[in-house]
């Protein structure tokens, strides 16, 4: 049988948990994926202190989920394509993040190698400015929700390990035998919630065709 790849992906780090997702990819020594936020970076030196963490990890690839996460006004800051474009450049700068590969905020867009899908057409303009600058817009097939207003995962473990399974298995997912999934790094500020990410991990590690990959090598083939 041939490989499987997973691509666990967090969003909108440095934030409390970044600290805890860094631990545990060292300790089950597998590659994972962070979409990072400068503004938050800036935030205080703490969260600077676990953006280091991620980027001194050689598990750990960052990438970019713009400067000012649209500021959560998602439609405004989608339709200025070129501003928002300049905010992702800022972003890149500010960080000095060296793939060009980013995940809009608020939007689950693909778009890359001339292969394009989107879930809303505010984003779409700004997706192809990033697209015409040598970017790849990556987004996910799955997503580990998170609870309001505890923060905590939403979905069991298992709910979520059946899931991965299923894309891979029914080949639904936006490139077959490639699984990607959204997390958020505050969902792990607590112990039962860093539990629950190992004993996600631990799971997939069982499958003997599961992979673990970064996104700059998406999509993995056989």
């Known amino acids: 049988m041939s490989p499987r790849y997973i691509y666990l992906t967090f969003d909108d780090g440095p934030l409390n ?3 805890f997702i860094d631990s545990i990819a060292t ?11 400068g503004k938050h970076d800036r935030m205080s030196k703490g969260l600077h202190k676990y953006y280091e963490r ?3 990890n050689p598990l750990v690839d960052c990438y970019n989920h713009s400067y000012n996460h649209a500021n959560n ?3 405004y800051f989608y339709s200025n394509a070129e501003s928002a474009y300049e905010d992702f450049d800022k972003n890149e700068k500010e960080l000095n993040l060296k793939h060009k590969i980013v995940r809009l905020p608020g939007r689950n867009i693909w778009y890359f190698a001339d292969r394009k899908r989107i879930d809303m057409q505010s984003g779409s303009s700004t997706a192809d400015l990033l697209y015409q600058n ?3 817009s990556m987004g996910w097939d799955c997503e580990w929700k ?3 207003p505890s923060g905590m995962p939403v979905e069991s473990v298992s709910f979520i390990y059946r899931q991965i399974n299923n894309r891979l ?11 990607v999934l959204l997390m958020h790094d505050d969902m792990f500020q607590t112990r039962k919630a860093q539990k629950m990410l190992s ?5 997939l590690k069982l499958h003997p065709n599961y992979e673990f990959a970064h996104m700059r090598d998406y999509p993995k083939q056989k």
């Open 17 to 19: 948990g970044s600290q």
């Open 27 to 37: 300790a089950k020594n597998i590659k994972i994926n962070a979409f990072l936020i």
């Open 54 to 56: 991620y980027m001194n």
């Open 73 to 75: 006004k998602f439609t």
């Open 134 to 136: 040598g970017y790849r």
């Open 146 to 148: 998170k609870g309001k």
């Open 169 to 179: 298995r029914n080949g639904t997912s936006f490139s077959k035998n490639n699984v």
């Open 199 to 203: 004993d996600l991990i631990d799971s």
